[in-house]
Every structure is written in C-alpha cells, then in structure tokens.
C-alpha cells in the first residue's frame, strides 16, 4: 500500500471484517517515482514488510465498543456538547444541535417505518443507515422534523449498491448533489429560484450537510483516514427543481430519467467532481444556444472521461441546469427534454487525441495507453469512436444522449446555465421515492406551526 493510505487500508480493512490486517507499506507515491527508485523501494522497504507480515502472529483485535442507539453519552451544556462531539469527530466542525431523545422523537413522527428499520449497510464502518441514525443525524445538521422524509430518501438511495457509497472518500474529491423533485420542494420550503445552490435557505442547507454528517457518523469517512479526498468539496446544498417552470413549458422533470412520473415525490443523489457556469447564454432559438451549452459541458469534463471509455465505460453522466428562462425558449421552440439531450450530444464533443490524453498519457487511469479505435475493436465503445484514424476527429463526451442529465432551477429571469462533471461509478445518480407519513398534511402543519 502507498504510504499515503495506510491509515485508509487499516480502517477499511476493519469495517470489512478484517481488523488488524497486515499492510506492506510502498515509500512515497509509485506515479511520480523513477523506475529505478520505485524498485529500490520496493526491495529494501516493501519486500521485508510483506515477509515479515507473513511469518509474524497477527495482533489480536481491540473491540471498540459503541453506544447503543438510544443510550444518553453525555449531558452538559449547548457549548459542552459540541466539544465533545468535535473531539469526537462527530461534527464537522461547524456548531450541531444536540440530538436529544426528545428531538429524536420528534422526527420520527414523520415516519410510519419501524425506528430500527435498516436500508443497509454502508461502507466502509459497514453500519446499518438505520431509520433512528437518520433521524439523529437529521437532528444534528439542523433539519427540521418534516424534512425527515426526504433524509430517509436519501439514506436509502446511499445504501443502494448502484450509488457506490463505498467510494465516497476517493482522491478526486467529489461531493453529493442533492436534488429534490415534486410537491414536497415547495411543501418544505427548498429554494428553487435566486441563489439555488447558494446557502441561506433552510431546508437546502441542513439537507445538504445531512448527507456529509451521516457519511461520517454511519459510513465512517473521516479526514486523514477513510475519506482520502485530496482537496476535496464541502458539502453541497441541496438543490430542488423548479416543478411550475417545468409544467408551465411540458417538459418532465429530472426524476423522470429514473422512470418516476412528474409530481412524485422523489430525492436523487449523485457525485460531481466540480461546476463551472454557462453566462449570459444569448438566442431566441435553441440553435442558437447549444453550441454554447455543449460547450461548457466539454469543457467541464477532463479525466472524468474514463467513466465514459475505459475502467468504469458508460457510467459518465454530466449535470447540466437550467435557468427557467433559458428552459422556456427553447421548449416554446417545439424541442423536449430529449431533443436537447440528442442536439447537446451530436456537439458536446473533443478531439479524439485529447480522449485519450485524458485516458492514459497525462493519467495512468487505462493502462496501455489504448486508442478509442482499440476500444471499439474490444466492444468496449460504440463505433462512433472510431470512424477514423484521424486524431483529430470529434468525438463525444458521453455514449448516449441520454447520458447527459438536465435540470431546471435558478434565478427564473437569468440567461445563466451551469455544468457538473459526474464521478461516474463512484456515485452514480441515483433516485427514491420520498415516503410520506399518514396523516402527512396534519402533522407538516402543525410542525411549520411551531
């Protein structure tokens, strides 16, 4: 193991059933070495490890006992309270309200679910995301009690094996995006117009850094160990999508790519690598605006293209938003949600030689170096990849036009658009149903009450 993940192999090793497993340690970072360093590190540091790892006793794991789900830890003052919880490393850092039994409670009114109903287990600490751990969690990010539904969305989608939980600390650093579909957007209160992504707004906000809190209480992704982020993110707000806009213009809304109808209520999760906007995007027709939108999907996107081709192929999936505005003129042009995908993937392209910088000159992401014509020639990439031998011939960035997500949200009278680049399989968009309570208009007007 690299010297720089040890403290993330011994961690992950003990969430898996494996504590105390031996690691050989490799000096330094093998991308960067000369080959003839590499090698001598390898033999007068690594070999000795792995001998000695393999003729010495393993030590006998430590058990770390945990509280148990409702067990009071601790009774102090607000101030107190947060001290121990950061000297735990239960907070991030940031002042969290004290989830006492009482406020634990109060969530789970919003629920018809058993407290100690499980989605899962999350790796790596390989915890149950439980209904009661959610509500915990909830509490301390500064939810309010009827934003607890969609919290319990949200932990099911991170326990979904096609989200990909499990990669949530890789190098990259890539953070969740949070988007809520559906009358509950307005029914909460989530902000969908000026400032969408920006915080200041309640419901976007303590939903947003639900998501970190949980992956470091329940999953167990903590700084300098399992979370190996090398810059890394902070927690993004949640973001909703404007549902009047879209039924204003007859386009369905981002939660109908997962086969939810419009009006469901649903939460979608997925990992994006990093955003840049689209400004002042001019036209009165659509013709006139994708070039630039392709544009900045291009650009946005870099090494991300090896979720396109290569180790984890056709799970790229790029985020492009909307401002209502924008969204309009080109619906009122007679083009739906799926016309633009197609326009946006004939000119969302790069030069095929650039492909395959990304994939494996300037990274050692696809060994080999391949071409994209020896992708096609493995069936590993549409023949649209390599029609030719020109290394300047354009290709696209995604492997189907429906590849490329869209949604529709902002300051309603802004020609602004915005573009992510997707984490591909290592969060993978993933959308469930928000599950509301019976009784559910009583009880959210009683909580908004208070």
Same mark, same amino acid.
């Given at each position: 193991?690299?010297?720089?993940?040890?403290?993330?192999?011994?961690?992950?090793?003990?969430?898996?059933?494996?504590?105390?497993?031996?690691?050989?340690?490799?000096?330094?970072?093998?991308?960067?070495?000369?080959?003839?360093?590499?090698?001598?590190?390898?033999?007068?540091?690594?070999?000795?490890?792995?001998?000695?790892?393999?003729?010495?006793?393993?030590?006998?794991?430590?058990?770390?006992?945990?509280?148990?789900?409702?067990?009071?830890?601790?009774?102090?003052?607000?101030?107190?309270?947060?001290? #121990?919880?950061?000297?735990?490393?239960?907070?991030?850092?940031?002042?969290?309200?004290?989830?006492?039994?009482?406020?634990?409670?109060?969530?789970?009114?919003?629920?018809?679910?058993?407290?100690?109903?499980?989605?899962?287990?999350? #790796?790596?600490?390989?915890?149950?995301?439980?209904?009661?751990?959610?509500?915990?969690?909830?509490?301390?990010?500064?939810?309010?009690?009827?934003?607890?539904?969609?919290?319990?969305?949200?932990?099911?989608?991170?326990?979904?094996?096609?989200?990909?939980?499990?990669?949530?600390?890789? @190098?990259?650093?890539?953070?969740?995006?949070?988007?809520?579909?559906?009358?509950?957007?307005? =029914?909460?209160?989530?902000?969908?117009?000026? !400032?969408?992504?920006?915080?200041?707004? =309640?419901?976007?906000?303590?939903?947003?850094?639900?998501?970190? #809190?949980?992956?470091?209480?329940?999953?167990?992704?903590?700084?300098?160990?399992?979370?190996?982020?090398?810059?890394?993110?902070?927690?993004?707000?949640?973001?909703?999508?404007?549902?009047?806009?879209?039924?204003?213009?007859?386009?369905?809304?981002?939660?109908?790519?997962?086969?939810?109808?419009?009006?469901?209520?649903?939460?979608?999760?997925?990992?994006?690598?990093?955003? !840049?906007?689209?400004?002042?995007?001019? !036209?009165?027709?659509?013709? =006139?605006?994708?070039?630039?939108?392709?544009?900045?999907?291009? $650009?946005?996107?870099?090494?991300?293209?090896?979720?396109?081709?290569?180790?984890?192929?056709?799970?790229?999936?790029?985020?492009?938003?909307?401002?209502?505005?924008?969204?309009?003129?080109?619906?009122?042009?007679?083009?739906?949600?799926?016309? #633009?995908?197609?326009?946006?993937?004939?000119?969302?392209?790069?030069?095929?030689?650039?492909?395959?910088?990304?994939?494996?000159?300037?990274?050692?992401?696809?060994?080999?170096?391949?071409?994209?014509?020896?992708?096609?020639?493995?069936? $590993?990439?549409?023949?649209?990849?390599?029609?030719?031998?020109?290394?300047?011939?354009?290709?696209?960035?995604?492997?189907?036009?429906?590849?490329?997500?869209?949604?529709?949200?902002?300051?309603?009278?802004?020609?602004?658009?915005?573009?992510?680049?997707?984490?591909?399989?290592?969060?993978?968009? @993933?959308?469930?149903?928000?599950?509301?309570?019976?009784?559910?208009?009583?009880?959210?007007?009683?909580? =908004?009450?208070?």
């Amino acid at each position: 193991m690299c010297e720089g993940f040890l403290g993330q192999a011994a961690t992950t090793a003990g969430g898996l059933g494996m504590p105390n497993l031996a690691v050989a340690r490799v000096p330094g970072h093998v991308d960067t070495q000369p080959s003839a360093d590499l090698e001598r590190n390898v033999i007068e540091v690594t070999l000795p490890l792995v001998v000695d790892n393999l003729m010495a006793a393993v030590a006998d794991a430590v058990e770390v006992a945990e509280p148990g789900p409702t067990d009071v830890v601790f009774s102090g003052s607000f101030e107190e309270v947060n001290r #121990l919880y950061y000297e735990n490393r239960w907070s991030d850092g940031l002042p969290i309200i004290p989830p006492t039994l009482e406020a634990v409670q109060e969530f789970l009114a919003f629920t018809d679910l058993d407290p100690q109903h499980s989605f899962g287990a999350l #790796l790596p600490d390989n915890r149950a995301a439980t209904v009661w751990s959610v509500a915990v969690n909830g509490v301390m990010a500064g939810c309010r009690p009827e934003y607890f539904p969609v919290l319990l969305a949200i932990a099911e989608a991170l326990a979904d094996p096609v989200y990909g939980v499990e990669h949530s600390g890789n @190098t990259p650093g890539a953070e969740t995006l949070i988007t809520v579909n559906g009358p509950i957007a307005r =029914q909460l209160g989530f902000n969908f117009e000026q !400032g969408a992504l920006r915080d200041g707004f =309640q419901a976007n906000t303590t939903v947003g850094r639900f998501l970190r #809190l949980y992956l470091r209480n329940v999953a167990g992704f903590l700084p300098w160990e399992t979370d190996k982020g090398t810059y890394g993110n902070t927690w993004r707000v949640a973001m909703a999508e404007n549902e009047a806009a879209l039924a204003k213009m007859g386009w369905e809304p981002q939660s109908a790519d997962f086969g939810f109808a419009p009006g469901d209520n649903v939460v979608t999760i997925s990992r994006y690598t990093g955003g !840049g906007v689209v400004t002042s995007v001019f !036209g009165q027709h659509p013709e =006139q605006m994708v070039d630039y939108l392709a544009d900045g999907l291009a $650009k946005i996107g870099g090494w991300e293209y090896v979720f396109t081709l290569g180790v984890a192929g056709a799970t790229y999936r790029p985020l492009l938003l909307l401002t209502p505005v924008l969204a309009e003129t080109i619906a009122a042009a007679g083009w739906s949600r799926d016309d #633009l995908k197609r326009a946006l993937y004939e000119r969302a392209r790069i030069p095929a030689a650039q492909f395959e910088r990304y994939l494996g000159e300037w990274t050692n992401l696809v060994p080999g170096r391949r071409t994209l014509t020896d992708f096609v020639n493995m069936r $590993k990439a549409p023949r649209s990849y390599g029609e030719s031998s020109d290394p300047q011939r354009l290709v696209p960035i995604v492997i189907e036009p429906e590849h490329i997500q869209i949604a529709v949200t902002g300051d309603p009278l802004r020609t602004n658009a915005y573009v992510f680049a997707h984490n591909g399989m290592l969060g993978f968009p @993933t959308a469930k149903a928000v599950r509301l309570p019976g009784d559910w208009e009583t009880k959210l007007a009683a909580s =908004q009450q208070r």
